[in-house]
């Protein structure tokens, strides 16, 4: 690279060019579309962050211009958009891809599945990273992590449950796997717009929602209308996924490349310390201007039903894919000694309070 | 930069020159001297991917040199050797600083203090970093993150501890703060040199010691002569120092200074992921292949004790000097809205289980 600009410059100046600007390194514009709305906490910084790492590392010759979805008019078309090129980049979560490829939906989270710091180390050290490239190799997109959440709370619900019964019926803003869990034991899901949910909520269209956690929730005003808080069980370990277009990636030369690289893993690490920052600062201000908030934990009985479904359901999705036999067994494995150490160094140690 | 470059290119050009060595772009030969010996696992890794995330991002032209402390014949001289410039880097743990100035000991971690991502919530949105560096601002230091160890383990025993009583006279390597809390209550805490430890324990001229945790515990063979393995207290979150010495950082232009810094948060980062996967490893392979290993927890009446020991010889310290006022303030408020998160979020979903 370096050889052939100075032969340019060399040429130029034989030719009698004296301009400076043909000296100019190559920039390259690229542009990523995220799920999210323009401005949205914590989600929205991970992908600034990101970008403004790689501009001050690349010396500007690597821009990336964030468009959210008020631009692109399409929250959940990232993967076909980074898949086609459209875009070079997304930011999104890789379980919204289930209905295309359902082993997508594995490299987010999962019901009784890992928390973030044992998901990072499978992710990296026990084998995530290179399931999560076959599954994603056949379409041209690279995907990593993108920041985690934090375990998500259980969600706001207006009346207790104290029993599985408490469960049928109940109308609950709850999407995806964690949704059909819940329907197993009578309970009805549903999907609402996020600026519906407190209307949906308040006048009784639902008894109940889940969005993320203190991090996000305080903001939305659940608490003014729903004073039970759930503690969690369906989202321990939120990964978002940054993706990329492979041939795109390519065409960067390597040093840009290994920025990317890192500016996505750093701002993804990020997230997860910012998640927790502002999940603890919002408990806070719950905890000391909410008094009326209670924060609740499912009964035992409540949460074995819920895992027995959720184990049933699972084991209908491994019945129909051998790639799903082989992801499943890599994080159950890996979960049971992830846990056997969680419980007891941080566990162990947190007990002891 | 580019424009001097260019025209450098363009005058040679003229003058007839078509040499293209020229046109290298200037290389930063940095070192960095660390704490530990050649090939020490994960901490000597976390040096190693920093300067390799460094070199790459900078296309060769930050290259980071890392002398174990086998060639600098200073394991804990690395303080020094950075302030005076001798190094440009170093990486070692802030709390090895404490008889230099006593308010470095509050960046590496504290018994009864906060697990790693409580604690870098801190570091980066609550307050940590600022604090930090006025710490080390009058040596012409910059201080960062190196790695965090996880949650370390409470030590080998030959015995079990099963009241206070049992810890007067115990011989035991636990060196720094900890071992003066012990001290409290009538244990004799000494400090080894690693390569002693094992004999040391074996001829029972000590009683137990503590060394980290499964991820670096297990090559040494301490579960061949002390079978319990209790769970800790005394450093919950171990971070690890990278150092910097701020004239020669001024010296960097800006992108390599982007590079350097953001090469340091994600090699500390992933030190954190690292040591949790050797953790999870090497546990498994403790419980599967060395059956005759129990691990325990101390009782609390024992626990109870150890914190009132702490609590006391904290506040002797704060007695003495304002910055760790306000430094001890910034940390326990800090932990005690971090830990109220944690209690209802990682520690609520572990104790469903």
């Given at each position: 690279m370096k050889y052939r600009f100075a032969l340019t410059i060399f040429f130029a100046a034989l030719l009698g060019f004296s301009s400076?600007?043909?000296?100019a390194e190559k920039v390259y514009r690229w542009k990523l579309a995220e799920t999210w709305g323009p401005n949205f906490p914590i989600f929205g910084d991970a992908t600034k962050n990101m970008a403004k790492y790689a501009k001050e590392m690349s010396g500007g010759r690597l821009l990336i211009q964030v468009d959210s979805a008020n631009l692109?008019?399409?929250?959940?078309?990232i993967f076909d958009f980074v898949r086609t090129g459209q875009y070079e980049m997304g930011h999104s979560a890789s379980y919204y891809w289930k209905g295309k490829d359902i082993n997508t939906m594995f490299f987010t989270t999962l019901p009784f599945g890992m928390i973030a710091n044992e998901q990072y180390a499978w992710f990296y050290y026990g084998g995530g990273m290179e399931l999560m490239k076959e599954v994603y190799d056949k379409y041209g997109v690279m995907s990593f992590p993108g920041g985690n959440t934090g375990n998500q709370m259980g969600g706001w619900f207006r009346k207790e449950i104290n029993?599985?019964?408490?469960?049928?019926?109940l109308k609950m803003r709850i999407p995806g796997f964690a949704g059909e869990v819940l329907a197993e034991l009578g309970a009805s899901p549903t999907n609402i717009p996020p600026g519906e949910l407190y209307t949906s909520l308040e006048r009784n269209t639902i008894d109940a929602l889940e969005w993320v956690g203190p991090s996000l929730d305080l903001r939305m005003g659940f608490h003014k209308i729903a004073p039970y808080y759930y503690t969690g069980w369906h989202e321990p370990g939120t990964e978002l996924q940054f993706m990329v277009n492979e041939k795109k990636f390519k065409d960067l030369p390597e040093d840009l490349q290994a920025i990317l690289v890192n500016a996505m893993r750093l701002a993804a690490y990020e997230m997860y310390t910012h998640s927790q920052h502002e999940s603890i600062k919002n408990l806070a201000e719950i905890k000391k201007n909410f008094p009326n908030v209670q924060i609740k934990t499912f009964p035992k009985e409540v949460m074995t039903a819920i895992r027995a479904a959720n184990d049933k359901l699972l084991k209908q999705f491994a019945d129909a894919d051998p790639m799903t036999v082989k992801i499943l067994k890599s994080l159950r494995e890996y979960e049971a000694d992830a846990r056997a150490w969680t419980n007891i160094s941080d566990k162990a140690y947190l007990d002891s309070f």
């Open positions: 400076v600007s043909m000296a692109h008019k399409s929250a959940f078309g029993t599985v019964a408490d469960l049928q019926g």
